[in-house]
Nanobody, 111 residues
Framework: QVQLVESGGGLVQPGGSLRLSCAVS????????MYWYRQAPGKERELVAS???????VYADSVKDRFTISRDNAKKTIYLQMNSLKFEDTAVYYC?????WGKGTLVTVSS
C-alpha cells in the first residue's frame, strides 16, 4: 500500500521561502509522475506542479518562476521549493502518486 507523508509546511512572511518534502513508501517510485496540489480555504484543490520519472516538470502559471519541483529517486522523495511566497499561496499542500494522496502540510503566508 502506498503511503505519502508531506512535511515542511509552516508560517512564513510574504517574500519568504519554504521547502516541502513528500516521502513515499510502498510503491515503485521512479517510474511514476508525482504531483503537488494545494487547497486554499474555501477553494477547490488545484495542481501546483508535476514531475515525471525522467525529471520533466510542469507548473501552474501562478507559481511559475517561484516554485521548483524536484525528486530524489534514491530517497523516494519529492520536494517543492517555494520562493517569493505570497499571501495567496496560503493553502494545504498535498502530494499525489497515481491515486494516492498524502494528508497534506499547511503553508501559511502572513505578515
Amino acid at each position: 500500500q502506498v503511503q505519502l507523508v508531506e512535511s515542511g509546511g509552516g508560517l512564513v512572511q510574504p517574500g519568504g521561502s519554504l521547502r516541502l518534502s513528500c516521502a513515499v513508501s510502498g510503491s515503485i517510485f521512479t517510474i511514476y509522475t508525482m504531483y503537488w496540489y494545494r487547497q486554499a480555504p474555501g477553494k477547490e484543490r488545484e495542481l501546483v506542479a508535476s514531475i515525471t520519472g525522467g525529471g520533466s516538470t510542469v507548473y501552474a502559471d501562478s507559481v511559475k518562476d517561484r516554485f521548483t519541483i524536484s525528486r530524489d529517486n534514491a530517497k523516494k522523495t519529492i520536494y517543492l521549493q517555494m520562493n517569493s511566497l505570497k499571501f495567496e499561496d496560503t493553502a494545504v499542500y498535498y502530494c499525489k502518486l497515481r491515486n494516492s494522496w498524502g494528508k497534506g502540510t499547511l503553508v501559511t503566508v502572513s505578515s
